[in-house]
């Protein structure tokens, strides 16, 4: 019996426990669930909260979030230190007050627009110094903001300084020629648009390379230096001024008439006939200005180029330091001038020159001193060119030193031949004395 009833208690008590079990199940399954959701809601938020500080300490990126007043939350170490301010001074403070005025007010039209922005570059100004964020966002429910941004100062930096090299001179701080043509092309935008004519004005200095030759390179940088800022003072503001390379320069000058070309020309020659003074001592270089106007002679910019080229050419030709302008003729005169070095180049390629020997008389003696070597070209289908024409022709080229040690191989190959002892004189070019092969061939032509 006494077992029986211990069994009906243990009955009891289990149905009991059963019955507290479905109510538990039926009455407090919210709170369990509830229970249950906060927990893993708090540990997913902790979870989050390391992933996001792991984020910041490796990353050049932070986190920002704004209320729907533009205020900043609570800011993390890495804004803190991207910013160079205090956190009490970040949190609560106006986002829009680190950036730039113009930056502020394109970032406050991003705001009020409402809708997810990525990747805006904008300018910052901390402490006195300009600085670079790239800003990404996305609008919150409470009509705030949250997102992620990162310093870019370093890589936009290093993009200008790419930009500065591709786009100016490094030594004058002048635009190049990319830049110049650049201009020349929206300028002739404007020609076919609205009409605006414009001048080109292509600048190269005399005797520069003499200058670097006696002085060295240092002191033909200074000088270059000091022909830009006078350039600068003599065409304003309102000019384009560039360094098209070595010591040519070039100017464009927007909506400037004939007259008013004729005189900025003549101001540019009178200002390089100035001298300047390197390592205590006045230089005199000078310089020679060819111009060519715009639509007159051309809008495109390549033709307008070589037609002010052409007029710097027809000016150092007729004596330099003076200014050119582009006149219809020079184009015919400079493909006369390129069939010339053409017909030369071939000529000398194919020994189809000649070198004669005009005797030099002693006149106490009467008898025949020496022999002076002259060269001469029998161009086909225009005959005997005169040496003034063809060895100046060389000269501007470049040819004349394998001309000249053409003829001086020549010369001794001839005079190997003759019985007598006599002495050859051989003409040399300015340039010839100055190239360090000259003696090698001197050499070479004797031993042979």
Same mark, same amino acid.
């Given at each position: 019996?006494?077992?029986?009833?211990?069994?009906?208690?243990?009955?009891?008590?289990?149905?009991?426990?059963?019955?507290?079990?479905?109510?538990?199940?039926?009455? =407090?399954?919210?709170?369990?669930?509830?229970?249950?959701?906060?927990?893993?809601?708090? =540990?997913?938020?902790?979870?989050?909260?390391?992933?996001?500080?792991?984020?910041?300490?490796?990353?050049?990126?932070?986190?920002?979030?704004?209320?729907?007043?533009?205020?900043?939350?609570?800011?993390?170490?890495?804004?803190? $230190?991207?910013?160079?301010?205090?956190?009490?001074?970040?949190?609560?403070?106006?986002?829009?007050?680190?950036?730039?005025?113009?930056?502020?007010?394109?970032?406050?039209?991003?705001?009020?627009?409402?809708?997810?922005?990525?990747?805006?570059?904008?300018?910052?100004?901390?402490?006195?110094?300009?600085?670079?964020?790239?800003?990404?966002?996305?609008?919150?429910?409470?009509?705030?903001? &949250?997102?992620? +941004?990162?310093?870019?100062?370093?890589?936009?930096?290093?993009?200008?300084?790419?930009?500065?090299?591709?786009?100016?001179?490094? /030594?004058?701080?002048?635009?190049?020629?990319?830049?110049?043509?650049?201009?020349?092309?929206?300028?002739?935008?404007?020609?076919?648009?609205?009409?605006?004519?414009?001048?080109?004005?292509?600048?190269?200095?005399?005797?520069?390379?003499?200058?670097? =030759?006696?002085?060295?390179?240092?002191?033909?940088?200074?000088?270059?230096?000091?022909?830009?800022?006078?350039?600068?003072?003599?065409?304003?503001?309102?000019?384009?001024?560039?360094?098209?390379?070595?010591?040519?320069?070039?100017?464009?000058?927007? =909506?400037?008439?004939?007259?008013?070309?004729?005189?900025?020309?003549?101001?540019?020659?009178?200002?390089?006939?100035?001298?300047?003074?390197?390592?205590?001592?006045?230089?005199?270089?000078?310089?020679?200005?060819?111009?060519?106007?715009?639509?007159?002679?051309?809008?495109?910019?390549?033709?307008?180029?070589?037609?002010?080229? /052409? @007029?710097?050419?027809? @000016?150092?030709?007729? #004596?330099? #330091?003076?200014? &050119?302008?582009?006149?219809?003729?020079?184009?015919?005169?400079?493909?006369?001038?390129?069939?010339?070095?053409?017909?030369?180049?071939?000529?000398?390629?194919?020994?189809?020159?000649?070198?004669?020997?005009?005797?030099?008389?002693?006149?106490?003696?009467?008898?025949?001193?020496?022999?002076?070597?002259?060269?001469?070209?029998? &161009?086909?289908?225009?005959?005997?060119?005169?040496?003034?024409?063809?060895?100046? +022709?060389?000269?501007?080229?470049?040819?004349?030193?394998?001309? #000249?040690?053409?003829?001086?191989?020549? @010369?001794?190959?001839?005079?190997?031949?003759? &019985?007598? $002892?006599?002495?050859?004189?051989?003409?040399?070019?300015?340039?010839?004395?100055?190239?360090?092969?000259?003696?090698?061939?001197?050499? #070479?032509?004797?031993?042979?």
């Amino acid at each position: 019996a006494g077992h029986a009833w211990t069994l009906s208690v243990t009955l009891l008590l289990a149905g009991c426990i059963m019955a507290l079990q479905r109510f538990a199940a039926n009455s =407090d399954a919210n709170f369990v669930c509830r229970h249950i959701s906060a927990a893993a809601l708090a =540990d997913a938020k902790e979870t989050m909260g390391v992933l996001l500080q792991d984020f910041e300490s490796h990353s050049n990126d932070w986190l920002w979030r704004i209320d729907a007043r533009g205020h900043l939350g609570p800011v993390s170490q890495r804004f803190v $230190e991207a910013s160079a301010l205090p956190a009490d001074i970040l949190e609560g403070g106006s986002l829009l007050a680190l950036f730039a005025p113009e930056d502020a007010r394109h970032l406050e039209d991003l705001l009020k627009q409402h809708q997810p922005f990525h990747d805006e570059v904008l300018r910052v100004q901390l402490g006195g110094h300009d600085g670079w964020w790239s800003l990404s966002g996305q609008p919150t429910a409470d009509g705030g903001w &949250r997102g992620v +941004c990162s310093d870019v100062t370093r890589s936009r930096d290093a993009e200008a300084r790419i930009a500065y090299v591709t786009e100016y001179d490094s /030594l004058t701080d002048l635009a190049n020629r990319a830049m110049l043509v650049r201009q020349l092309e929206a300028a002739q935008e404007a020609v076919e648009l609205r009409c605006e004519g414009f001048a080109l004005f292509v600048i190269d200095l005399d005797n520069f390379k003499a200058l670097n =030759d006696t002085q060295g390179h240092p002191a033909g940088d200074a000088f270059l230096k000091v022909v830009a800022q006078r350039l600068r003072d003599c065409v304003g503001p309102n000019a384009f001024l560039a360094r098209l390379g070595g010591d040519e320069f070039a100017v464009m000058a927007r =909506d400037m008439l004939l007259d008013e070309a004729v005189e900025l020309a003549d101001l540019i020659v009178d200002a390089l006939l100035a001298p300047v003074v390197l390592n205590g001592k006045e230089v005199l270089a000078g310089g020679s200005v060819g111009v060519a106007m715009a639509p007159e002679n051309g809008a495109d910019p390549a033709v307008l180029m070589m037609n002010a080229e /052409l @007029a710097l050419y027809r @000016a150092k030709a007729q #004596g330099r #330091g003076c200014a &050119r302008f582009f006149e219809r003729g020079m184009v015919q005169d400079a493909q006369v001038r390129a069939d010339l070095e053409t017909d030369l180049r071939n000529a000398l390629a194919t020994d189809a020159m000649d070198v004669y020997f005009q005797p030099l008389v002693n006149t106490r003696t009467r008898k025949v001193a020496a022999y002076e070597t002259l060269l001469r070209w029998n &161009r086909p289908g225009y005959g005997l060119v005169s040496p003034l024409v063809f060895i100046s +022709c060389a000269e501007e080229t470049g040819i004349i030193v394998p001309l #000249g040690d053409w003829v001086i191989r020549k @010369a001794i190959e001839e005079a190997s031949h003759w &019985r007598d $002892e006599v002495t050859v004189a051989i003409n040399l070019s300015p340039a010839q004395m100055k190239s360090p092969s000259l003696i090698a061939t001197v050499v #070479g032509a004797l031993a042979a």
